[in-house]
């Protein structure tokens, strides 16, 4: 056998029996065959494995596995501490440990190992609050937090051998998020010792300046400890009560907040000393406080009934400060076995005590922590009350932001709801999302821990409809809808104007019923909209239907007809102008009356032209010839095929209409004189006319020229055909 091999299977030997008497004395734990088998197994999969001290590395889940027992947890408890690192530091898997040990154990070492992968960086406070509520909600089962306090008392224990950074980073997480969590669960002999080792770390000048202090109050006041322990068991041995006394100066960061937080000198420091009488029932807790003031003078003011009313983290003593015989003052904490390891291990101790808890269900144990916790009136515990809801019932995910930031999320949220989480601005230029960088699809649950990054594009096109139904928070799904709402408003304005009035055209009400303005007013008000705009811009983003609004409108407009039928001053569409139409420039727009008209430049119609009109954006109805081919493109595109309506032209004998030809001819001097002298003679007005030279002799002459219809049209086309070298003579926009 080689050296290495009878080394590693002597590696932690010494730990594991320390291990077995701090189950046997504080657990119910009598077949320790698992813990034999957890023990040899961890070894195993650590190997040759070494902490910064040079211990064989199985020496530290061991110990974490001791504080795990003397917290009183249960065997699977127990088991998960010795195995917490083997997923994280070695090959072994959830799997492995499934098929040994049963999932429960698999679950909690995995929930550990997901703790250990969070990082930290110093934030301020309510970063702090959210981390502390990340590694809760991450938990699920609250042993997972046990063991993971167990797992940092134990390295802040073995802290001297890291380097400096290493120290001060780890001393301030401890402080900031480790200790504070010990506090809410009522672990206080964890929290105070966890305080202390951070303090060493982070301020080791003060550290030492109090520790020499309390010294040097030591050296000063001799065996006053000893003595006055001494008086009390006397005092109480006299009142046949049993008890047991312990003294203790007070913990060096209690004493250090004193100091620099409250700018106390160390002397005015009261309670360096503290007793404490642990009894068996509660009765003889008020024995007890009754003989100690009998004892010594108590300080007024400073006595507190905390088994009446419990401390939010289900804290119980009774608390007096005293004066001794030789005027040193002391605080006494006088409780029951019960109330003292609940006061050291807080809810870990509840788990002990509730005897039968291992064998309910999750819900049940979560419930059961729940009302212990709700049952205590405090504000400052509410919050943390409410983190412990957010873990049992997981309706809140916290996720961190590339640098760090922790952000609070509906559970079930996506990379959107982050997005729009940080900054509305950044969730409309999204356009790709990883999560712990992988690029992920939009719709990907985010879970507690992951980091999350979006990356974003000016040119993005802004969010999807489909967002609305993907997104969990209301915060996401409210900045979708402004963004289609406002960011799009121009859009949705000539969408929506272009739906409007083709229903308008469909249902057969004309157009100008919005021009009279107290009929307007009534339909806006019956819409609920502020502007004409608003309800176009509603009608395109989808938040009224076209349909329903004209419905709407018909409504209004038979009943404002049968008000006004008696009344003199009558809105101008009544009775005749729903059917009524007026030509505009010769052209009557079908089911619209009085609307803008104006003729296309493309085709330039005359009267005897077949003619079909676009409603355009603003400037009201452009009338193209039938032939034209805009109109031919256009109407087939679905975007613009809605918008075409019939037209067609009033009698009229004064208006002159424009519109162009293109004459092609055999190039020669008086070619342009000559068309213009024809058209002269027809009284026709030529508005414009310019020449092309078309290479090979030929030339194009454009003309602009007023006529009164097509007929006109067509005897000014056959006299130019009749000039000479002409060759052709065609009109413009075919
Ligand atoms: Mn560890």
Not at 73 to 82: G, K, P
Request: aromatic content about 6%.
């Amino acid at each position: 056998m080689e050296v290495a091999d009878i080394k590693k299977q002597g590696a932690g030997e010494a730990e594991y029996g320390n291990l077995i008497r701090a189950i046997e004395m504080n657990t119910q734990i009598r077949d320790l065959s698992r813990v034999r088998d957890a023990f040899e197994f961890a070894r195993t999969a650590h190997g040759e494995q070494l902490r910064k001290d040079g211990t064989p590395y199985i020496t530290h889940p061991l110990n974490a596995a001791i504080i795990v027992a003397e917290m009183g947890l249960d065997e699977e408890s127990i088991i998960s501490a010795i195995l917490h690192d083997c997923i994280e530091d070695t090959q072994v898997t959830h799997e492995d440990i499934a098929k040994r040990f049963g999932d429960s154990v698999a679950d909690i070492v995995e929930g550990v190992t997901k703790l250990a992968r969070i990082r930290y960086t110093s934030k301020e406070e309510e970063q702090m609050e959210n981390l502390r509520k990340m590694l809760m909600a991450m938990a699920r089962d609250i042993r997972v937090i046990l063991i993971k306090m167990a797992d940092r008392l134990h390295n802040m224990r073995t802290m001297e051998y890291q380097s400096a950074p290493k120290q001060r980073e780890k001393a301030l997480e401890t402080m900031e998020i480790y200790a504070p969590i010990a506090h809410r669960l009522g672990m206080q002999k964890i929290k105070l010792e966890l305080e202390d080792l951070s303090l060493l770390y982070l301020d080791p000048v003060g550290y030492h300046e109090i520790e020499a202090a309390l010294q040097e109050r030591a050296r000063r006041n001799e065996g006053f400890m000893e003595r006055t322990e001494q008086a009390i068991k006397n005092r109480m041995r006299e009142s046949s009560i049993n008890c047991a006394v312990q003294s203790r100066t007070k913990d060096i960061y209690s004493i250090y907040r004193k100091m620099f937080g409250q700018d106390k000198e160390f002397d005015e420091i009261m309670d360096i000393y503290a007793f404490r009488v642990i009894v068996d029932d509660i009765a003889e807790c008020y024995n007890v406080l009754g003989c100690i003031h009998e004892l010594y003078k108590p300080v007024p003011g400073r006595f507190k009934d905390y088994i009446g009313t419990p401390k939010p983290n289900m804290y119980q003593s009774l608390h007096t400060t005293v004066i001794g015989t030789e005027g040193i003052p002391f605080e006494v904490q006088i409780r029951t076995w019960e109330m003292h390891h609940t006061a050291e291990y807080g809810i870990a101790a509840h788990w002990k005590y509730k005897e039968g808890i291992e064998g309910r269900s999750d819900e049940e144990k979560f419930a059961w922590i729940r009302n212990l916790l709700e049952s205590q009136e405090d504000t400052d515990a509410q919050d943390f009350i409410s983190t412990l809801k957010v873990d049992m019932f997981a309706d809140e995910v916290f996720v961190f932001t590339p640098h760090g930031d922790v952000k609070s999320l509906p559970a079930g949220a996506t990379p959107i709801d982050f997005a729009y989480g940080i900054h509305s601005a950044i969730g409309n230029r999204m356009t790709c999302a990883k999560v712990n960088g992988r690029i992920v699809p939009f719709s990907h649950v985010l879970q507690n821990g992951d980091v999350v990054e979006i990356i974003t594009s000016n040119t993005s096109k802004g969010p999807s409809r489909d967002w609305l139904t993907i997104v969990k928070s209301s915060e996401a799904r409210n900045k979708i809808r402004q963004w289609f709402k406002k960011e799009r408003r121009e859009e949705n304005i000539v969408t929506g104007r272009a739906a409007f009035e083709a229903e308008m055209r469909r249902q057969g009400v004309p157009l100008n019923v919005l021009g009279d303005e107290r009929t307007l007013s009534r339909i806006l008000e019956r819409i609920a909209v502020r502007s004409l705009e608003d309800m176009y811009a509603s009608i395109g983003y989808g938040g009224l239907s076209a349909q329903k609004t004209v419905n709407n409108i018909k409504d209004e407009l038979r009943l404002i007809e049968k008000a006004t039928k008696n009344a003199e001053v009558k809105p101008p569409w009544v009775s005749t102008a729903l059917i009524a139409e007026k030509a505009v420039n010769g052209v009557v727009v079908e089911g619209v009356d009085n609307c803008l008209v104006k003729f296309s430049h493309c085709c330039m119609p005359v009267p005897g032209d077949e003619i079909v009109g676009f409603i355009t954006r603003g400037y009201g109805v452009s009338v193209h010839r039938t032939d034209c081919k805009n109109y031919s493109v256009s109407a087939q595109r679905e975007s613009e095929k809605d918008r075409w309506i019939k037209v067609h032209w009033a009698p009229s004998e004064e208006e002159r209409y424009q519109t162009g030809l293109a004459i092609t001819a055999n190039d020669r001097d008086g070619l342009v004189m000559d068309i213009a002298t024809v058209l002269n003679s027809l009284k026709i007005k030529v508005d414009a006319l310019t020449a092309r030279d078309m290479g090979g002799g030929l030339a194009t002459v454009f003309i602009t020229i007023k006529v009164k219809d097509k007929n006109e049209l067509g005897i000014a086309m056959t006299k130019i055909m009749g000039v000479r070298s002409v060759k052709d003579v065609k009109r413009q926009g075919n």
